[in-house]
């Protein structure tokens, strides 16, 4: 088939299947110039589908560039309430959210790291009304990839820009299985296996995880009301959505207050536009106590400075080595993909999904039952094939999960 009508299937799955629009519907796109092409099909198939509004929003890597380099110091201290406002609003007129992520992994690596935590922070605190909307999925929203000569050059260098961005293309649409006869029918069958995995780790109930590798030997324990997500989540309306295209994880909540031990990263992070490489961190009662990184430790300090709940895990996801992401043997750069090759946490606030009973507590009850609450939200990967994952019961008996990067479930 040709590129054409990958991009057509592409554009299927967003609206009919992650997303899955309806009449009545009102939807928001954030992209960049190079979504374009994308963009418009969603839009036509969306207004195709009943959808009562689409409403764009444009940003540009040239234009943030900029801002870094060149705005006062005063333009990072500040972030527009109106904007967060307007946001808010949408999200009240029950907007869902498809966010287009085509981001140069290295767009910011000329930026002084100060400058990037210090906006971070402020935005980060400015819109922390708007997280609740997307982590307890009160609204559906999906987030995809696109390729873009940026992204493509960073994981292709030796490719001229056009090919480079070719095979970036050829490698999203088979990551997503927009490349199969049926993708519909693919996404369905890939959903119900995910489904399978998540009621098997819902029965067991375990009490803890144990991460073993080369530089990892880690505890981490489940809060006590733990559910494990994975495939389509469901709105607070009752409605099935995709969040991720791709997605290969079932994930669930880590007590905030109960990791321990070493892990090593098994990949490098994009984050803030710039990569960290070769990190490591040490737990001790759930919070990072020691950390390197042999590159970008400046932009993981700054990170897990940014407030007390960005040093504990929020997310604790298992994803086998055998996946159409990581048979690609690429490294995209791009947490989105690369997430879905590999088992991972993150670093930050924690999904209400994975936690009986969580939207109908404060923060503050949540967070002493084991729920961590932050600005952030950042994977990082720790899987791959000489990961063991095994599941700890509370009388002991253990399960291995996954060895040798398969599945042993």
Not at 315 to 333: D, H, Q, R, W, Y
Not at 352 to 359: A, D, F, K, L, R
């Amino acid at each position: 088939m040709s590129f054409e009508r990958y991009l057509e299937n592409y554009a299927d799955l967003i609206v009919n299947f992650a997303l899955a629009l309806k009449p009545g519907d009102k939807l928001a796109i954030n992209f960049n110039a190079d979504c374009l092409p994308l963009v418009r099909l969603v839009t036509r198939k969306a207004y195709q589908n009943g959808v009562l509004d689409v409403f764009p929003s444009l940003n540009d890597e040239t234009m943030v560039l900029d801002r870094y380099l060149y705005a006062p110091e005063e333009a990072f201290e500040h972030f527009p309430p109106y904007r967060i406002e307007y946001m808010e609003k949408m999200f009240q007129d029950h907007y869902h959210r498809l966010s287009l992520v085509a981001d140069n992994p290295e767009l910011l690596k000329s930026v002084d790291p100060a400058r990037i935590a210090k906006w971070q922070k402020t935005a980060g605190q400015a819109s922390k009304p708007l997280m609740a909307y997307t982590m307890q999925n009160k609204v559906k929203w999906c987030v995809a990839g696109v390729a873009s000569p940026g992204w493509a050059k960073a994981v292709f260098p030796d490719l001229p820009e056009e090919e480079a961005v070719a095979k970036l293309w050829e490698n999203i649409f088979k990551a997503t299985r927009a490349d199969q006869p049926d993708p519909l029918s693919a996404w369905q069958q890939h959903d119900a296996e995910l489904k399978a995995h998540k009621a098997f780790m819902n029965t067991m109930r375990f009490d803890y995880l144990h991460y073993e590798g080369p530089g990892t030997d880690l505890r981490v324990h489940l809060v006590k009301d733990h559910i494990w997500e994975g495939g389509a989540a469901v709105s607070a309306d009752g409605e099935s959505f995709m969040p991720n295209i791709p997605t290969e994880e079932i994930f669930s909540m880590p007590d905030a207050d109960r990791v321990d031990g070493t892990l090593r990263a098994t990949m490098p992070l994009s984050v803030r536009g710039q990569i960290v490489d070769k990190f490591h961190f040490t737990f001790k009662d759930g919070k990072v106590v020691d950390f390197d990184a042999e590159v970008g430790k400046q932009i993981l300090a700054d990170l897990l400075d940014m407030d007390e709940g960005a040093k504990h895990l929020g997310e604790a996801a298992l994803v086998p080595a055998n996946s159409p992401i990581s048979n690609t043997g690429i490294l995209f750069k791009n947490t989105l993909f690369d997430e879905n090759a590999s088992c991972h946490f993150a670093l930050g606030a924690a999904y209400s999904e994975n936690m009986q009973g969580s939207t109908e507590r404060s923060e503050e009850e949540n967070r002493k039952l084991g729920m961590n609450n932050s600005l952030i939200h950042v994977d990082f990967m720790v899987g791959g094939r000489e990961v063991t994952v095994t599941g700890v019961k509370a009388d002991g008996s253990r399960v291995v999960l996954l060895k040798d990067g398969d599945w042993q479930i």
